[in-house]
């Protein structure tokens, strides 16, 4: 009896579009889901079943075309994933090639085209199944529509709101908030990953600092302790003077 493979007439990922072809209004949507991909590089690099997309297609059913979150992270999927040939790397993330794992997280940065941010595209995620979804206008664009930074968890089918700033996430083991730092030389308000405690994970940026920070004071170490043992040595040679001219062998006194 032959057997049927549904999969076998879905298409794949690289016969589908691997992105809407819409570019980034500024800069900063690109670099604000880029900081949280590298932080979480970080402190996940030791996990391999997470992916975090920005600007990527989402492919929730063949007969639809693909949503294109700002940033999504999924989990329960390899972040190693090969593709056929060799390629390695999602050209887009299919539901139906990721054992339908429904991703956790949408990230939506609000920019000077309004998308929809504050209104459908909470409707499309919530109807999705994404149990997390953030909204940020760092800049305030439309603060009429909402507050600059909201985080929504789903609740029988819609997102309620969820107080504090940084919000914890049980599910996804972290918190998300903003909060004032420098990334790639620009000083403004970033979103950021936080642990259980309200701490502020380091961005790569302030990990490479506080390494060549802390490289710095062990050799500004090494070099006093060379310093001190050069001191008590030429203290030592004093001594060793001194009792020769009170007519002494030092070496009677070292010895003892």
């Known amino acids: 009896m032959l057997k049927y ?3 076998q ?15 980034v209004d500024n800069e900063l949507q690109d670099l604000i889901p880029h900081l949280l991909k590298g932080i979480l590089s970080l402190i996940w690099q030791q996990r391999y079943d997470w992916f975090f997309g920005i600007d990527m297609g989402y492919y929730y059913h063949p007969n639809q075309s693909a949503i294109v979150p700002d940033a999504f992270l999924s989990l329960g999927v390899d972040r190693r994933k090969i593709r056929p040939k060799g390629r390695q790397g999602r ?15 949408a990230i939506e940065n609000v920019s000077q085209t309004y ?4 209104d459908q595209k909470k409707l499309d995620y919530a109807e999705l199944g994404f149990l997390y979804y953030v909204i940020y206008d760092g800049d ?6 909402g507050e600059p ?3 929504h968890r789903l609740v ?7 107080s504090g700033n940084p919000v914890w996430m049980p599910e996804i083991g972290l918190g998300i908030g903003t909060e004032l730092g420098s990334y790639q030389d620009w000083s403004r308000e970033w979103l950021y990953w936080y642990d259980l405690h309200g701490k502020r994970y380091p961005s790569p940026e302030e990990r490479t600092e506080q390494a060549e920070l802390e490289a710095s004071q062990e050799r500004q170490r090494a070099i006093q302790a060379e ?3 050069a001191e008590a040595e030429q203290n030592l040679d004093a001594l060793k003077a001194q009792l020769k001219q009170l007519g002494m062998n030092p070496e009677d006194f070292m010895n003892r």
């Open 9 to 23: 007439y879905l298409p794949t990922s690289e016969e589908l579009p691997s992105s809407d072809n819409t570019p």
């Open 5 to 7: 493979d549904p999969l």
């Open 115 to 118: 998308n929809g941010e504050y």
């Open 140 to 145: 305030s664009y439309y603060p009429r529509k």
């Open 156 to 162: 029988d089918g819609v997102y309620v709101r969820q």
């Open 91 to 105: 050209l887009s993330y299919v539901l139906w090639e990721e054992n339908n794992t429904v991703p956790i997280l």
């Open 227 to 229: 310093q001190r043992a």
């Open 149 to 151: 930074f909201e985080v």
